[in-house]
């Protein structure tokens, strides 16, 4: 069984997935979608302990040896990213009952939402744990496409446009993708990505590679938002439902993210992708435009999911920006922000399912004075956006703290500014609300039904992640040491 | 118990504080008698440590690894003991004076209150031992947070606008600033850590060091460096102990003690005074005093003119500080102890005024030395000491930074600080002459204000009432202005207990 | 010449590549976006296959007499997107029948104006 677990951990949900479909009985729908999903979970911890032990892992699917075959490679980053993944589809998962009763128009068709969930879910972790490029692919449409139709679930009729503006642009970066993977195989004649990386070396310098190449940096731009490409992310998460922009805010970006290390450290080799084709004049100039000018329009937004949404996107300008230092501190902080942010965009999209359950809205205006009617929602919602600031003692701080330092070593002390400053953004846009719900008088209500504080069933997963947030922001082994050693192995400084 | 567990319990105790007063928020004088134990716990914790570092020791104590390399961890030295010694010690007073004061304005939120005010000393606690920048950073962080509740106490519209510019300069000084210095010098050095003779020694070249300095500087908000003192008279939209403790106590004094251990613990005196690398910063710190100490002369609003006082004696730290001299440096760290007893002797005064009189305008305050004797004397005799006379204890503080300033070959700075001490006569005195030789104006409390006067109404001889504050607030304002004499006597205990920090 | 005639494989690719690009950008009508992006994905589908194509090589099965062999692994890939490609077609055939319904139209424009004024 032990050997089995690289597959496992995609299997799972993926047979579970279907089954939920012939579970039409509402409590045990969500039941076995939870057990499901922590089942994953407890899979994904295994491995990074197994990777932690071992070294990387190698799989072969149904025995074929790479590079003939499909293999599962598991090394240290992806061990990290599948347990961050794993983890946040478990607690969200935990979180989702109370919240989809509410917000789910038909809501007799919660089996269709689990069983999209559990696809979702197969498809974000096949593209981590995978070692194959063409596999990468395929679980990224499924992923897509099972995100398209969660996020067409949404009350608001924009929901659909959102998922169709989505599923446009997410086809022709997938598409963009699927090119770069057949250039490089007509290149190579490999689809192995650990082959490739051996492949390449007479051939790096073809125009053919570099097409590939420059197909690859597009698509994988689209999928993760990475400005002027994220056009698709405000819209998509604001109408969503809250179950699924929080889970898809957390992982689906993060994912894209990890295949950009995957393709220009492992494949591509970073001498290549940021020496000769100085890849970071490329992505270091958009991310910073992006941190700043997301942060600016988040400041402005009066629908808080959308400002979120934003936040987002600024926030992904900080991972690309540390992985284009290419330098150890700054994968470091790139990929200890990749779960930092997990974290705690995960809680603050948690934090606004559970206002749109008591309020039914997610306007500025309508959470006046929540911080007296909801006070475990909005002080958890000040926690994690302390996190965005980047308080000391949360997570925020500790990616902050190498990026900053990257900047510093490289001479770049215009970035190291720009970093620091882009901080006081985030407060600008967190305090806003801070402000609204602690300073204002709530509205007057009539009778019927006084605003309480969220069920149990949501706070708790959700305050969950915010000890998480202060937890991790204090020891940082477990997530900047893993970071670091990945980040090591990435850019072949370490065994 | 050990030293180790002594600093422990020193920076926990009050968050343990702070969750019995939550518990305790139903039971109001429970709650209080809660605050009052923890604080002179504390207290009593702080003593503990202080013949181990009298001695010469040094108990230190590491935490947990934040990062690869950066431990959270915990070094009692001289400068570090004094600072914990005047925050516990005035944290049991204020909060005897928050008791009467709180109560006597029918204050809402005590709850809050008090809980705050103890993860706040907490956070002072954690920055006086700190025994890295980093530490020192996470608490300075935590206590601006701490703060924040406190300053937005009344949680009206000019509350929040007062919070937002609060918040506003710290934290933009603390993130843009000081946090940038911070991992600068991490990465200059290969260390965090104080130690005696610095750390940054042949580093980096002196233009380099220099905007380093001023990164460090400027970026600690709290010592209130113009141009980045407006957070201080913003903030005194707060009650009248957060005022006082806070922002002449704590708040403040972390800030310019952050500058102080910066100066002699991470560049090292020997660097400053070879490379002249803070001679820009002296100049910077006696404008400050100046400018402020004339914009104070203009303020008619007490507390207003009081923390541009503060601003201005704030300055004298730092001057001390980029003296780099031993009698500078020497001068500076006492005033940390003496600025504090003398200021929130002040603070009490002026909390106690309005508590009684309802009054915040000192155009109104003519005659109210006859109505609240013991007050405006309080008053005078924390007057004094700002100024720096004898035999009060500002008296030393300013002897020595002169001596400070003239051991610096820089005679301008003593010239500076006379001229201050005018400056200081001429905007505290008046408030003094009129409150005791002037006759009341016409102008007294309105019809309304009846039910919010409350205190210790008394029939004096002569017809005339006095009504005093409350008297939880008096014995407060009474031990302070004792505080100031008796720190006049003591200066010695001080004196030595500081001289290893300049003399390793 | 003969090398820029040879490769009219790829240039088939092109065309169809910018023709479906195209079309998904400058279209307003959310059906014909989506023909378009399938134009596109088929594109790059052809593109895979053709390069399958070995010189000589007849079909990918064992048999007696042959030596050369196209390749199968481009074809068997491509199976597999073409499925996906099924997939995200229905899916979006799917959105636009809703959106229809909400909307009473499926023109980008005027959908946006819904939006906009709403």
Same mark, same amino acid.
Request: hydrophobic fraction near 55%; include cysteine.
């Given at each position: 069984?032990e050997e089995?677990?690289?597959?496992?951990?995609?299997?799972?949900?993926?047979l579970?997935?279907?089954?939920?479909l012939?579970?039409r009985h509402?409590?045990?729908?969500?039941?076995f979608?939870?057990?499901?999903?922590?089942l994953?979970?407890?899979?994904?911890?295994l491995?990074?302990?197994?990777?932690?032990?071992?070294g990387?892992?190698?799989?072969e699917l149904?025995?074929?040896?790479?590079?003939w075959?499909?293999?599962?490679?598991?090394?240290?980053?992806?061990?990290?990213?599948?347990i961050?993944?794993a983890?946040?589809?478990?607690?969200?998962?935990?979180?989702?009952?109370?919240?989809?009763?509410v917000e789910?128009?038909?809501? /007799?068709?919660?089996?269709l939402?689990y069983?999209?969930?559990?696809?979702?879910?197969?498809?974000?972790l096949?593209?981590t744990?995978?070692?194959?490029?063409?596999?990468?692919?395929?679980?990224?449409?499924?992923?897509?496409?099972s995100?398209?139709?969660?996020?067409?679930?949404?009350?608001?009729r924009?929901?659909?446009t959102?998922?169709?503006?989505y599923?446009?642009m997410?086809?022709?970066?997938?598409t963009?993708?699927?090119?770069?993977?057949g250039l490089?195989? #007509?290149?190579?004649?490999?689809?192995?990505m650990?082959?490739?990386?051996?492949?390449? /070396?007479?051939?790096?310098? $073809?125009?053919?590679?570099?097409v590939?190449?420059?197909?690859?940096?597009?698509? #994988?731009?689209v999928?993760?938002?990475?400005?002027?490409l994220?056009?698709?992310?405000p819209?998509?998460?604001?109408?969503?439902?809250?179950?699924?922009?929080?889970?898809?805010?957390?992982t689906a970006?993060?994912v894209?993210?990890y #295949?950009?290390?995957?393709?220009?450290?492992?494949?591509?080799?970073?001498?290549?992708?940021?020496?000769?084709?100085?890849l970071?004049?490329f992505?270091m100039p958009l991310?910073?435009?992006g941190i700043v000018?997301?942060?600016?329009?988040?400041?402005?937004?009066?629908? #808080?999911?959308?400002?979120?949404?934003?936040?987002?996107?600024?926030?992904?300008?900080?991972?690309?920006?540390g992985?284009?230092?290419?330098?150890v501190?700054?994968?470091?902080?790139?990929?200890?922000?990749?779960?930092?942010?997990g974290?705690?965009?995960?809680?603050?999209?948690?934090?606004?399912?559970?206002?749109?359950?008591?309020?039914?809205s997610?306007?500025i205006?309508?959470?006046?004075?929540l911080?007296?009617?909801?006070?475990?929602?909005?002080?958890?919602?000040?926690?994690?956006?302390?996190?965005?600031?980047?308080?000391?003692?949360t997570?925020g701080?500790?990616s902050?703290?190498?990026?900053?330092?990257?900047?510093l070593?490289?001479?770049?002390?215009?970035?190291a500014?720009?970093?620091?400053l882009?901080?006081?953004l985030?407060?600008?846009?967190?305090?806003?609300?801070?402000?609204v719900a602690?300073?204002?008088e709530?509205?007057a209500?009539?009778?019927?039904?006084?605003? $309480?504080?969220?069920?149990?069933?949501?706070?708790l997963p959700?305050?969950?992640?915010?000890?998480?947030?202060?937890y991790?922001?204090?020891? $940082?082994?477990? $997530?900047a040491?893993?970071?670091?050693?990945?980040?090591e192995?990435?850019l072949g400084?370490?065994? | 118990?050990?030293p180790?567990t002594?600093i422990?319990?020193?920076?926990?105790?009050?968050l343990?504080?702070?969750?019995?007063?939550v518990?305790l928020r139903r039971?109001?004088?429970?709650?209080e008698?809660?605050s009052l134990?923890?604080?002179?716990?504390?207290l009593?914790?702080?003593?503990t440590?202080?013949?181990g570092?009298?001695?010469?020791?040094?108990?230190?104590a590491?935490?947990?690894?934040?990062?690869?390399?950066?431990?959270?961890?915990?070094?009692?030295e001289?400068?570090?003991?004094?600072?914990?010694l005047?925050?516990?010690g005035?944290?049991?007073?204020?909060?005897?004076?928050?008791?009467g004061?709180?109560?006597g &304005? &029918?204050?809402?939120?005590?709850?809050?209150?008090?809980?705050?005010f103890?993860?706040?000393?907490?956070?002072?606690?954690g920055?006086?031992?700190?025994?890295?920048?980093?530490?020192l950073?996470?608490?300075?962080?935590?206590?601006?947070?701490?703060?924040?509740?406190?300053?937005?106490?009344?949680?009206t519209?000019?509350?929040?606008?007062?919070?937002?510019l609060?918040?506003?300069?710290?934290?933009s000084?603390?993130v843009?600033?000081?946090?940038?210095?911070v991992?600068?010098?991490w990465?200059?050095?290969?260390t965090?850590?104080?130690?005696p003779?610095?750390?940054?020694?042949?580093?980096?070249?002196?233009?380099?060091?220099?905007?380093?300095?001023?990164l460090?500087?400027?970026?600690?908000?709290?010592?209130?460096?113009?141009?980045?003192?407006r957070?201080?008279?913003?903030?005194?939209?707060?009650?009248?102990?957060?005022?006082?403790l806070l &922002?002449?106590?704590?708040?403040?004094?972390?800030?310019?003690?952050t500058?102080?251990?910066?100066?002699?613990?991470?560049?090292?005196?020997?660097?400053?005074?070879?490379?002249g690398?803070?001679t820009?910063?002296?100049?910077?710190?006696?404008?400050?005093?100046?400018a402020?100490?004339?914009?104070?002369?203009t303020?008619?609003?007490?507390?207003?003119r009081?923390?541009?006082?503060?601003?201005?004696q704030?300055?004298?730290?730092?001057?001390?500080?980029?003296?780099a001299?031993?009698?500078?440096v020497?001068?500076?760290?006492?005033h940390?102890?003496?600025?504090?007893f003398?200021?929130?002797?002040l603070?009490?005064?002026?909390?106690?005024?309005?508590?009684?009189? &309802?009054?915040?305008e000192?155009?109104d305050?003519?005659?109210?030395?006859?109505?609240m004797?013991?007050?405006?004397?309080?008053?005078?005799?924390?007057?004094?000491?700002v100024?720096?006379?004898?035999?009060f204890?500002?008296a030393w503080?300013k002897?020595f930074l002169a001596?400070?300033?003239?051991?610096?070959?820089?005679?301008?700075?003593?010239?500076?600080?006379m001229?201050?001490?005018?400056l200081?006569v001429?905007y505290?005195?008046?408030?003094?002459?009129?409150?005791?030789?002037?006759?009341?104006?016409?102008?007294?409390?309105s019809?309304?204000?009846?039910?919010a006067?409350?205190?210790?109404?008394?029939?004096?001889?002569?017809g005339?009432?006095?009504?005093?504050?409350?008297t939880?607030?008096?014995?407060?304002?009474?031990?302070?202005?004792?505080?100031?004499?008796?720190?006049?006597?003591?200066?010695?205990?001080?004196?030595?207990l500081?001289?290893?920090?300049v003399?390793p | 010449?003969?090398?820029?005639?040879?490769?009219?494989?790829?240039?088939?690719?092109?065309?169809?590549?910018?023709?479906?690009?195209?079309?998904?950008?400058?279209?307003?009508?959310?059906?014909?976006?989506?023909?378009g992006l399938?134009i596109f994905?088929?594109?790059?589908?052809?593109l895979?296959?053709?390069?399958?194509k070995?010189e000589?090589?007849?079909a990918?099965?064992?048999?007696?007499g042959?030596d050369?062999?196209?390749?199968?692994?481009?074809?068997?890939?491509?199976?597999?997107?073409?499925?996906?490609g099924?997939?995200?077609?229905?899916?979006?055939l799917?959105?636009?029948?809703?959106?229809?319904?909400?909307?009473?139209?499926?023109?980008e424009?005027?959908?946006h104006?819904?939006?906009?004024?709403?």
């Amino acid at each position: 069984m032990e050997e089995h677990l690289p597959v496992l951990v995609v299997l799972v949900p993926m047979l579970a997935a279907p089954l939920c479909l012939l579970l039409r009985h509402r409590t045990a729908v969500t039941g076995f979608a939870i057990a499901v999903a922590w089942l994953t979970f407890a899979i994904s911890v295994l491995l990074l302990l197994r990777v932690l032990d071992q070294g990387v892992i190698s799989y072969e699917l149904g025995g074929w040896p790479p590079p003939w075959g499909i293999e599962y490679r598991i090394d240290l980053l992806n061990a990290f990213v599948l347990i961050l993944v794993a983890g946040i589809g478990a607690i969200v998962a935990t979180w989702s009952p109370a919240s989809i009763s509410v917000e789910l128009p038909r809501y /007799e068709r919660h089996y269709l939402f689990y069983t999209a969930y559990l696809l979702c879910l197969t498809g974000l972790l096949g593209i981590t744990a995978t070692g194959d490029l063409f596999n990468v692919f395929v679980f990224l449409e499924i992923s897509a496409l099972s995100s398209y139709v969660l996020i067409s679930m949404g009350q608001d009729r924009r929901a659909l446009t959102s998922a169709y503006q989505y599923l446009i642009m997410g086809t022709l970066g997938a598409t963009f993708i699927l090119i770069g993977i057949g250039l490089l195989y #007509i290149m190579t004649g490999t689809l192995n990505m650990a082959d490739m990386a051996v492949q390449l /070396e007479g051939v790096r310098d $073809t125009r053919t590679v570099l097409v590939a190449f420059g197909f690859f940096v597009v698509g #994988i731009s689209v999928k993760m938002a990475l400005f002027p490409l994220h056009l698709w992310l405000p819209n998509a998460y604001a109408y969503a439902p809250s179950v699924v922009t929080a889970f898809l805010a957390a992982t689906a970006t993060k994912v894209s993210v990890y #295949i950009l290390l995957r393709f220009f450290f492992t494949v591509f080799g970073h001498e290549f992708a940021f020496g000769s084709m100085r890849l970071w004049v490329f992505l270091m100039p958009l991310a910073l435009i992006g941190i700043v000018t997301a942060s600016l329009v988040a400041i402005f937004q009066n629908n #808080i999911k959308r400002m979120l949404a934003y936040s987002s996107v600024a926030q992904i300008g900080y991972m690309v920006l540390g992985i284009s230092f290419a330098s150890v501190n700054g994968l470091t902080g790139g990929i200890v922000h990749l779960f930092n942010h997990g974290l705690m965009k995960c809680a603050l999209f948690l934090a606004m399912g559970c206002i749109v359950m008591r309020c039914g809205s997610v306007h500025i205006d309508e959470m006046r004075g929540l911080g007296r009617r909801m006070p475990w929602t909005m002080a958890a919602f000040v926690a994690a956006g302390l996190s965005l600031i980047g308080v000391p003692l949360t997570v925020g701080f500790i990616s902050k703290w190498y990026l900053v330092l990257a900047a510093l070593e490289q001479g770049l002390w215009p970035v190291a500014a720009l970093v620091l400053l882009s901080s006081l953004l985030a407060a600008v846009y967190v305090w806003r609300v801070v402000e609204v719900a602690y300073f204002h008088e709530p509205r007057a209500v009539d009778g019927e039904g006084a605003i $309480t504080d969220a069920p149990l069933s949501l706070l708790l997963p959700m305050w969950a992640l915010v000890i998480a947030i202060f937890y991790f922001g204090i020891s $940082t082994e477990a $997530t900047a040491g893993i970071a670091r050693m990945a980040a090591e192995s990435l850019l072949g400084t370490s065994p | 118990m050990s030293p180790q567990t002594a600093i422990y319990v020193a920076v926990g105790l009050p968050l343990v504080g702070a969750a019995l007063v939550v518990a305790l928020r139903r039971w109001p004088n429970l709650r209080e008698a809660a605050s009052l134990a923890t604080s002179g716990a504390l207290l009593a914790v702080v003593l503990t440590l202080l013949p181990g570092v009298q001695a010469g020791g040094r108990p230190e104590a590491r935490v947990v690894e934040v990062m690869a390399g950066l431990w959270m961890a915990f070094e009692v030295e001289p400068l570090g003991m004094l600072f914990a010694l005047v925050a516990a010690g005035l944290w049991i007073v204020t909060t005897i004076y928050s008791i009467g004061y709180m109560r006597g &304005h &029918h204050e809402v939120d005590q709850t809050r209150f008090y809980a705050c005010f103890a993860v706040a000393i907490s956070a002072a606690i954690g920055v006086a031992f700190a025994g890295n920048l980093l530490t020192l950073f996470i608490f300075y962080e935590v206590l601006t947070l701490s703060t924040y509740p406190l300053v937005t106490h009344h949680r009206t519209e000019a509350a929040m606008r007062g919070g937002r510019l609060y918040l506003g300069i710290l934290l933009s000084t603390s993130v843009v600033f000081l946090l940038f210095a911070v991992i600068w010098t991490w990465y200059l050095a290969g260390t965090l850590d104080f130690r005696p003779g610095g750390i940054l020694a042949g580093t980096a070249d002196k233009g380099t060091l220099a905007v380093l300095l001023a990164l460090f500087a400027f970026g600690t908000g709290k010592a209130a460096l113009m141009p980045f003192h407006r957070w201080l008279p913003a903030a005194m939209v707060a009650p009248t102990p957060v005022s006082a403790l806070l &922002h002449a106590v704590a708040v403040v004094k972390v800030g310019v003690f952050t500058v102080m251990k910066i100066i002699v613990y991470v560049f090292g005196l020997e660097l400053l005074t070879g490379t002249g690398l803070s001679t820009w910063l002296m100049y910077v710190a006696a404008f400050t005093i100046l400018a402020s100490s004339l914009i104070a002369l203009t303020k008619d609003n007490l507390k207003a003119r009081l923390a541009y006082s503060t601003v201005s004696q704030l300055s004298y730290i730092v001057l001390g500080a980029a003296l780099a001299t031993s009698a500078g440096v020497l001068g500076g760290s006492m005033h940390i102890a003496m600025h504090a007893f003398g200021k929130i002797t002040l603070f009490f005064c002026a909390g106690a005024i309005y508590v009684a009189a &309802h009054k915040t305008e000192i155009s109104d305050m003519d005659g109210i030395g006859r109505t609240m004797p013991i007050t405006m004397t309080a008053f005078f005799i924390g007057s004094l000491s700002v100024i720096g006379l004898p035999p009060f204890g500002g008296a030393w503080s300013k002897w020595f930074l002169a001596l400070g300033a003239l051991e610096a070959d820089k005679a301008i700075f003593v010239a500076v600080l006379m001229i201050s001490s005018l400056l200081n006569v001429a905007y505290l005195m008046p408030i003094v002459a009129r409150a005791f030789f002037v006759a009341p104006s016409e102008t007294g409390p309105s019809d309304d204000d009846e039910g919010a006067l409350q205190g210790t109404v008394l029939e004096a001889n002569g017809g005339s009432s006095i009504k005093e504050a409350p008297t939880f607030c008096l014995v407060a304002l009474c031990a302070t202005a004792a505080g100031c004499l008796a720190l006049f006597f003591f200066a010695d205990e001080l004196y030595q207990l500081l001289t290893p920090i300049v003399k390793p | 010449m003969a090398d820029v005639l040879g490769l009219y494989n790829y240039w088939v690719v092109i065309v169809l590549m910018m023709t479906g690009f195209y079309i998904v950008v400058a279209r307003d009508n959310l059906i014909k976006k989506i023909i378009g992006l399938s134009i596109f994905q088929t594109s790059v589908f052809l593109l895979f296959i053709t390069v399958g194509k070995v010189e000589g090589g007849t079909a990918p099965i064992l048999a007696e007499g042959f030596d050369v062999y196209s390749n199968p692994l481009p074809g068997v890939l491509i199976l597999t997107a073409i499925v996906v490609g099924v997939a995200t077609t229905a899916v979006a055939l799917g959105l636009v029948v809703r959106i229809n319904e909400e909307y009473g139209t499926i023109e980008e424009g005027e959908i946006h104006v819904q939006d906009v004024e709403a």
